[in-house]
């Protein structure tokens, strides 16, 4: 029997996808809203849920994770701040995906990640 794989490869070796997912999480926290295409925009959602959900518990190691991948001080701050604050109650689902059509040089389906308010 042949198991399905969990995650997207992202047409990139593993740690260029690590890179690309640690960065583009970064924006997302600061900014609280990027466009992407669809599949990257799908595995980010992953990520950030993720990284979010590590914030939310407040302790020590769950800190050292998350600093893991988000190296900007800033946006630790605002993750551990004013993100960990606003979604204290939710249980999960801090993200949502929008689709944005698609982009005009290759017709890749396009996608409006934002952090839900």
Do not use: C, W
């Not at 070796?13 to 900014?31: F, G, K, P, V, Y």
């Not at 849920?49 to 800033?74: H, N, P, W, Y």
Request: charge should be positive; hydrophobic fraction near 35%.
């Amino acid at each position: 029997m042949i198991k399905a794989h969990s995650r997207r490869k992202l047409s990139r070796t593993s740690s260029h996808r690590q890179a690309l997912l640690r960065n583009m999480s970064t924006s997302l926290i600061l900014n609280e809203k990027i466009t992407t295409t669809m599949p990257k925009a799908k595995e980010l959602q992953r990520f950030v849920e993720r990284l979010i959900t590590l914030a939310k518990a407040g302790r020590e190691k769950s800190f050292r994770s998350v600093s893991r991948d988000i190296k900007d001080r800033k946006v630790l701050e605002k993750l551990y701040g004013v993100i960990s604050e606003r979604y204290g109650a939710r249980k999960g689902g801090y993200t949502r995906l929008f689709n944005a059509g698609y982009r005009k040089g290759d017709a890749a389906s396009m996608a409006v990640i934002k952090l839900i308010q």
